[in-house]
């Protein structure tokens, strides 16, 4: 039985006059021959790839029309030419991008074709990432329903994608919570060459997803224009009701190969191909047109020849404009944002606070405080943060009390939907401060950070930004294991667009937090566990004014003989280190980085270049950890000034062990420093 037989379609489609007939048409006819054309283009070696729609601009297109343009926000994935087109996008937009020239509004020739972004249009940048849109349209919807729009946000993707977790995970959230999302599934039977057999258990999504209560669900012929019209004129009336999210499955056929690189006849019949055909959008709707006696045969032909003229000479105008400019490569990796960075500079005067102290969890407990009440559009939310729980560490508690459930929240256990959520929330202009529980469960996370939350500002030319904190408790010392003790920042100061602060102490822990709270960037904000209630990181209260610029390290402790440049928890052991070398007569100085990324370079080399000597030293092991960018970066800039070997001091390379006596083995001690700083000393 066909699913659609399960559902009844409004008949919607028929309040639409023969001048927008007339229109729709010649968006289908537009995408089919801006994708023939980009083949074209592809083959003259002019364009490097290329994703089409050929098959699919009916669905598209149909659903485009039924939401409101510059209103509603899409997520549209790499085939939803059509979409774009029928949503606001012209064909000179999409040309200049296929033909990478730097006046492409989208990313100004950075990312690939087909990959759509347009901030008029409120269509965020799109990635090659299969299946990342999807929570952040579910982000995006959020913020509709905290802001009191009637706004509705369209997500697309083919079958193949619904094979990815965060597809479920956002169909869960925005069910669960009947946010306005649009999901719409264009089934062509292929996720490149898997056919739907191998990638689906039932062959639908719309009966799989039938446990969704609550979710509004249309399958539909994605062929038929009408049909997918009327599914969608009513989903997306729900929508903005308040009466939740739609799936719409449209049945679709593919009649180019998955894209440039690919060839189909490699895995389909002849037959099937041609099977194909019969079922194309475009002659059906012709047909409907000539039946209604809207347009005849000749006009037809005359609409598509105007259109083919129109195409061609749009690609040869975009041949003639100028080319991305290769001195721009390195822009727009972080933002420019004087604005910001000025304010904290001047709040910033390294002074000395008097009062009594508190420890680091309090201290950026009081700072999320102090910003929610600053920030209006500032959202805390993670696992178990709400409540009088407030974390497993009880990081945020009260804050909910204070504040309220809107502002201070419980997400669903699911790593990629905080983030992915939050990407969503920050695109309209929230700033989401999210929190993951452990540094060792952020993993379920990273494709929607390294990918997704770091490239947005420069894949989009710096159209859009997604100023993301988030929250990690990380490090050992604690009897976690393998599974709650990692540290976990070299991979993230190993990803451009990400800042990376890791505080020593409660004080730093505020100052910085509130400068993350206002950074125009995405920040990975390191919270040593083992120091949350910890007397050594303990320090007098900064003020709700005070802030520290990233960037800046401090000098723990000024020395002449050896410089030790390190973070976090091994501040204090290297202060400890440097006490014990004072008593055999070496004067050691310490330099707090205090954030990774920017990194304060000045600060390392003019300390090393007064002492000759370098020791770094860092929790996470040795082998690729931070430490060897750190050793590079002294030996390229101040290898002349060296009169000893650069060493480091780090854990081992191995997991960290959960036995008292073998995480004491495996993590760096105070002993360990020791003993490279009289190595050093002995040069």
Request: hydrophobic share 40%.
């Amino acid at each position: 039985m066909s699913p659609r037989k399960n559902i009844d379609i409004i008949k919607s489609a028929t309040n639409l006059s023969n001048d927008e007939l007339k229109e729709i048409y010649r968006l289908m006819v537009l995408s089919r021959k801006l994708d023939e054309k980009q083949l074209t283009l592809l083959k003259q070696g002019k364009q490097f790839f290329h994703i089409g729609a050929p098959g699919h601009e009916a669905a598209q297109i149909a659903i485009a029309k039924a939401m409101k343009s510059s209103h509603d926000w899409a997520f549209p994935y790499y085939r939803d030419i059509a979409f774009n087109l029928g949503f606001g996008e012209t064909p000179k937009g999409i040309l200049l991008e296929a033909l990478h020239r730097a006046e492409a509004g989208g990313s100004g020739g950075r990312a690939m074709p087909c990959h759509w972004g347009n901030t008029k249009l409120r269509i965020p940048s799109q990635s090659s990432c299969t299946g990342t849109q999807f929570l952040q349209a579910v982000g995006t919807a959020m913020g509709a329903v905290k802001e009191g729009t009637d706004e509705v946000v369209y997500v697309s993707s083919g079958e193949g994608t619904t094979s990815e977790g965060e597809f479920w995970e956002a169909l869960n959230w925005s069910t669960r919570e009947k946010f306005p999302v649009i999901f719409h599934i264009q089934n062509n039977k292929y996720a490149i060459s898997v056919p739907l057999a191998e990638q689906m258990a039932t062959g639908s999504i719309f009966t799989l997803t039938e446990g969704f209560k609550g979710l509004n669900r249309y399958f539909v012929d994605g062929t038929d224009f009408f049909e997918v019209y009327s599914a969608a004129v009513d989903a997306v009336a729900k929508a903005r009701r308040g009466e939740g999210p739609a799936l719409i499955e449209s049945d679709v056929v593919r009649l180019l190969p998955h894209s440039s690189s690919d060839d189909q006849r490699k895995y389909r019949s002849a037959e099937e191909l041609e099977k194909d055909k019969v079922r194309d959008p475009i002659p059906k709707f012709e047909v409907h047109l000539i039946e209604k006696g809207i347009l005849n045969s000749e006009q037809i032909q005359e609409i598509r020849n105007s259109i083919t003229k129109e195409v061609d000479d749009l690609a040869d105008w975009t041949e003639t404009q100028k080319q991305a400019d290769e001195s721009t490569v390195g822009l727009y990796v972080y933002s420019s944002n004087e604005v910001i960075s000025k304010q904290i500079r001047q709040l910033t005067d390294e002074k000395e606070f008097s009062g009594p102290n508190v420890v680091m969890v309090d201290a950026i407990n009081h700072a999320l405080a102090e910003e929610l009440e600053r920030n209006p559009k500032m959202v805390i939310y993670g696992e178990d943060v709400a409540g009088d729980k407030g974390g497993v560490f009880t990081v945020t508690k009260g804050l909910t009390a204070k504040f309220g459930k809107g502002r201070v929240f419980n997400s669903p256990l699911a790593e990629a939907s905080i983030v992915g959520t939050a990407i969503g929330l920050a695109l309209r202009g929230w700033k989401p401060v999210v929190e993951i529980q452990f540094g060792d469960y952020i993993w379920p996370a990273f494709m929607q950070i390294r990918d997704e939350l770091s490239m947005m500002r420069y894949r989009s030319n710096n159209s859009w930004t997604s100023p993301v904190v988030i929250r990690v408790p990380v490090g050992g010392y604690i009897h976690g294991g393998l599974y709650h003790s990692q540290s976990i920042e070299s991979f993230f100061t190993h990803s451009p667009g990400l800042r990376v602060v890791f505080p020593s102490n409660a004080a730093d822990a505020k100052a910085l937090l509130k400068t993350a709270c206002r950074c125009d960037d995405p920040v990975i904000f390191l919270e040593h566990k083992g120091m949350y209630r910890q007397s050594f990181a303990a320090a007098p209260e900064p003020d709700a004014d005070y802030l520290i610029p990233f960037g800046l390290a401090k000098v723990k402790r000024a020395g002449e003989d050896i410089t030790i440049i390190t973070y976090g928890m091994m501040v204090q052991r290297s202060l400890e280190a440097a006490r014990k070398l004072e008593e055999r007569g070496v004067d050691v100085e310490v330099i707090d980085l205090r954030t990774l990324n920017p990194l304060d370079k000045d600060a390392i080399i003019k300390s090393v270049k007064k002492t000759g000597k370098a020791l770094i030293v860092h929790e996470d092991t040795l082998f690729s950890g931070f430490g060897g960018e750190l050793a590079a970066i002294i030996s390229n800039e101040a290898f002349e000034y060296l009169d000893a070997p650069i060493m480091r001091v780090a854990a081992k390379d191995s997991p960290v062990p959960y036995a008292p006596q073998l995480e004491y083995a495996m993590l760096p001690q105070t002993q360990d420093i020791i003993n490279a700083l009289e190595k050093l000393a002995e040069y």
